[in-house]
Antibody, heavy 120, light 108 residues
Framework: EVLLLQSGAEVKKPGESLKISCQASGYSFNNFWIGWVRQMPGKGLDWMAIIYPGDSETRYNPSFQGQVTISADKSNTTAFLHWGSVRASDTAIYYC?????????????WGQGIPVTVSS | DIQMTQSPSSVSASVGDRVTITCQASQNIATWLAWYQQKPGKAPKLLIYAASSLQTGVPSRFSGSGSGTDFALTISNLQPEDFATYYCQRVDNFVALTFGGGTKLEIK
């Protein structure tokens, strides 16, 4: 069974660093892209970045390039999203999701989401 | 950058109705489109991939169609559990995976 287990809710102050995680199981972690999707309160879905753990290739939505860093630990089959300095506008739910390496298939498995609140 | 435009942004319907939601890409994406369903407080769920292929486990009352720039998601014989928000997403590459703005399906 494919599972994506995300870390718990976060509360941060503006300017603090943040790293959230997504542990994958039930499939060959190295051979699928894994990505992060943001959902701001009451809003739609924004894809942020994806990573292919097999060779660590990354792709970023230009809107998030330079704002976040995606990474993966193959030994622990875990993907991460890191902020060096969060802002109030980063308050959102963040989902990780698996993306098969074939064009056209979409994010087929999703984590449960991580609520992130940034407030002074 | 290719934009994905969904319409309507919200729609009301009754149990048993047939509803169609549309998604327009600003450029040709062939049949590389996915549809998702999201219920409040839950993660999105993949319904349709490659514009018209039903994901495993998804009821057959859901269907997708279209190619090029114009796509549709049709739900036949609406069930109470179908009231949710639906999103389309371009999946024609691994560089830009833009979602549409979403369509909220509400009970009339």
């Amino acid at each position: 069974e494919v599972l994506l287990l995300q870390s718990g809710a976060e509360v941060k102050k503006p300017g603090e660093s943040l790293k959230i995680s997504c542990q994958a199981s039930g499939y060959s972690f190295n051979n699928f892209w894994i990505g992060w999707v943001r959902q701001m309160p009451g809003k739609g879905l924004d894809w942020m970045a994806i990573i292919y753990p097999g060779d660590s290739e990354t792709r970023y939505n230009p809107s998030f390039q330079g704002q976040v860093t995606i990474s993966a630990d193959k030994s622990n089959t875990t993907a991460f999203l890191h902020w060096g300095s969060v802002r109030a506008s980063d308050t959102a739910i963040y989902y990780c999701a698996r993306l098969p390496p074939t064009i056209g298939l979409g994010f087929d498995f999703w984590g449960q989401g991580i609520p992130v609140t940034v407030s002074s | 950058d290719i934009q994905m435009t969904q319409s309507p942004s919200s729609v009301s319907a009754s149990v048993g109705d047939r509803v169609t939601i549309t998604c327009q890409a600003s450029q040709n994406i062939a049949t590389w489109l996915a549809w998702y369903q999201q219920k409040p407080g839950k993660a999105p769920k993949l319904l349709i991939y490659a514009a018209s292929s039903l994901q495993t486990g998804v009821p057959s009352r859901f269907s997708g169609s279209g190619s090029g720039t114009d796509f549709a998601l049709t739900i036949s014989n609406l069930q109470p559990e179908d009231f949710a928000t639906y999103y389309c997403q371009r999946v024609d590459n691994f560089v830009a995976l833009t979602f549409g703005g979403g369509t909220k399906l509400e009970i009339k």
